[in-house]
């Protein structure tokens, strides 16, 4: 089967066994991030389908529940490892560490879990995949897609993030990467339909999905 079908596959029975309504935010965002990544994928002359299926992979631990916390990164490494796709395990891992310095604070229910994904994330170099998966999970919400400044600023609006300024620089960072890499002054240019639905939709709706679990 094709890398791109088996990715959908894994998603489907991912989704499947989440019934909770915030199930939807999570696909609403996997399913943006793999647009992200696989239009970024294509204009940087790099491989599409593989972007596509880190992009809809990358939080796939999340089929758990709506409350693994840090722990889905493990829990997708381990599903995809198990699934025979180990390039796109090790995104499940590398997403979240950017710099990757912020893995030192990283704690999972399993310590020997958190000393493994410690290890793996200091002692791996950065590809590109690994780069442009960080940057598509920061152009997505729980919508689908949108800019980095939108997402960050409802990540701020529901947890703690240390070091806040240096995350985002990072992004930025990502971001002219990028740019530079799709031959384009602003990738926004190439989401413009997109993005200008998110401008206009309101609150980010991931804060307006963060008030209703803190409601109840
Ligand atoms: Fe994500």
Known sequence: MELREKAKDIFAWGRAQRTDELALTWENHSKGAASVAERLAEKAGMDKDLAFAMGLLHDIGRYRSVKTGMNHIIYGYEL?????LPEVARICLTHSFNPKEKVQILELDDPEKTEFVKQFVMGAEYDDYDKLIQLADFMSGSHGITTIER???SVLSRHDLPEPQKVLRKLYELKEYFDKKCGVENIYSLFKDELEEAAIRGIPGDYREY???EER
Do not use: Q, T, Y
């Not at 995809?80 to 025979?84: D, V």
């Open 151 to 153: 997402r960050f600023c």
């Open 80 to 84: 995809l490892m198990e699934k025979g």
């Open 211 to 213: 008030k209703k679990k």
